[in-house]
């Protein structure tokens, strides 16, 4: 409490008119403290409304909700699927009220768990989730998200492809137009993999839209269009046979779907990946069928969740080592950073140029290319990163010598035994930027909190859920 009370006073005395680059990190920092502690403490007064109801008092926490609250009715389900998680997982409460994880943790873990059965719930809540609150300390919420969904899926021995066949059987496509307007409209439904093959493709065309408005300068006709116009616009291109981009014209596209090779071959294990470059899973019988069809590029992963290498040496990663560093990091390499590969660059741990480092995949990592970022931060800011052989671990030193952070890609979970670092002299990597002289970490480094998420709805849930009001703050 008295360190919430310190956040407070800090955010009172510092009003954000006032604040430097480093001051506004500051205030990110202690605001996203007592968010989590405000909403720890609504969540504790419904459980205690729930308890008061179960002895005859009050009418639980729906009565304050819906007579007190200001929430919207989304923000109010929001809440009660909070709740449901802190009943299951007790443990979780006294995190959210240290600040340790944020609420869109409680978001992941409802929606990962969505789908377990009661068995497999009572295993990832035991110890009144102490475990998985240990876990989500040092977890981004998505990717807790995704590493639930897959536990799930193991467990279950379940890898979705009885639910893609579902979606299969009822995908659909509506067409009308609008009375009022005579604008045509449309809806349509299909299952999860042909929708990422489809937004891979949608995508790219919208990518081909942005390269060709920026050309054409202020006065371009797509210059300041939305996103949704641009989506829009782009399924227009493909369907009518006007595309800009080598996909959307029918040129075979690239689709890459990341496989463990024990999961290739002998079905799931307790860690199986099994997904979409963009994080969604895939059944293992899709994969096996994809990767016979062209444009299908599976990357194919060992034990320890490191890429087996696909790639050439040459100045510029290939798209094969992209695929594979994007298989193994999802994102920028740094940890607690939320940047997405997209908006990475392939950085040479021994420099190409000064120090003749090769390009290969045991000397690169993907860094963000966001202004004040760690791709910044390698060069201009002087960090040290040590890449270790086989097992990737990375160790990051800021410029004055001080550890950052010692890591290995988000997927593996083990310590293999260490190999030797790539280079006798580790490349200059990653400081602060002119902005941060005081030595603290680059713009995108966060909690995995950047700002509210919006992950599935939890839905009623097959697994049972704890009492009402089992968890308090």
Same mark, same amino acid.
């Given at each position: ?113 969505? !789908? =377990?059965?009661?068995?497999? +719930? ?5 110890? &009144? #989730?102490? @475990?998985?609150?240990?876990?989500? $300390? *040092? ?63 949608? !995508? =790219?065309?919208?990518?081909? +839209? ?5 050309? &054409? #300068?202020? @006065?371009?006709?797509?210059?300041? $269009? *939305? ?247």
């Amino acid at each position: 409490m008295e360190s919430i009370l310190r956040d407070l006073n800090w955010l009172v005395a510092n009003p954000p008119a006032s604040l430097s680059v480093a001051g506004v990190r500051e205030a990110t920092r202690r605001t996203e403290a007592a968010c989590a502690w405000l909403e720890a403490n609504y969540l504790a007064a419904m459980a205690q409304a729930e308890r008061l109801h179960s002895r005859g008092q009050g009418n639980g926490a729906a009565d304050p909700m819906n007579n007190d609250s200001k929430r919207s009715k989304r923000s109010k389900k929001t809440a009660e699927e909070r709740l449901k998680t802190l009943n299951d997982a007790p443990e979780l409460g006294g995190a959210l009220s240290d600040g340790e994880i944020s609420p869109d943790h409680l978001d992941a873990i409802a929606a990962g768990t969505k !789908d =377990a059965d009661d068995d497999t +719930l009572e295993d990832l809540f035991s110890n &009144g #989730g102490a @475990d998985l609150a240990d876990e989500a $300390k *040092s977890t981004t919420p998505d990717d807790l998200q995704k590493r639930l969904k897959e536990r799930v899926a193991a467990k279950q021995n379940d890898d979705g492809e009885i639910r893609v066949a579902g979606q299969r059987a009822r995908q659909k496509l509506n067409r009308w137009t609008d009375k009022a307007t005579f604008a045509g409209c449309g809806y349509y439904r299909f299952d999860e993999v042909t929708a990422a093959a489809m937004n891979e493709i949608i !995508d =790219a065309e919208i990518a081909a +839209l942005r390269t060709a408005s920026r050309a &054409g #300068g202020r @006065d371009h006709p797509m210059r300041g $269009k *939305s996103k949704d116009w641009l989506a829009a616009e782009a399924l227009k291109n493909i369907v009518l046979g006007t595309a800009l981009s080598r996909a959307g014209r029918g040129v075979k596209y690239q689709i890459n779907v990341h496989v463990d090779l024990e999961t290739l071959l002998r079905g799931l294990h307790d860690r199986s990946v099994h997904t979409t470059q963009s994080g969604q899973l895939v059944p293992v019988e899709t994969i096996r069928r994809l990767a016979c069809e062209a444009g299908i590029a599976p990357v194919v992963l060992n034990g320890a969740s490191v890429a087996l290498d696909v790639g050439r040496s040459k100045h510029l990663a290939t798209a094969a080592q992209r695929s594979a560093l994007a298989a193994m990091y999802g994102g920028c390499a740094v940890p607690g950073c939320a940047v997405d590969f997209d908006q990475c660059e392939i950085h040479h741990i021994v420099e190409w140029a000064s120090q003749h480092g090769p390009t290969d995949l045991d000397n690169l990592i993907p860094l963000c290319r966001i202004a004040g970022g760690h791709h910044h931060a390698a060069h201009e800011g002087h960090w040290t990163f040590t890449l270790e052989s086989g097992t990737r671990r990375l160790t990051i030193h800021r410029a004055d010598g001080t550890l950052h952070s010692t890591s290995v890609p988000p997927g593996q979970h083990h310590d293999p035994k260490p190999k030797h670092h790539a280079g006798e002299a580790p490349a200059r990597a990653s400081t602060p930027d002119a902005g941060h002289p005081d030595g603290s970490d680059p713009v995108p480094c966060s909690n995995g909190t950047l700002g509210p998420s919006e992950p599935e709805s939890p839905g009623n849930g097959q697994g049972k859920r704890g009492p009402p009001g089992a968890w308090a703050a």
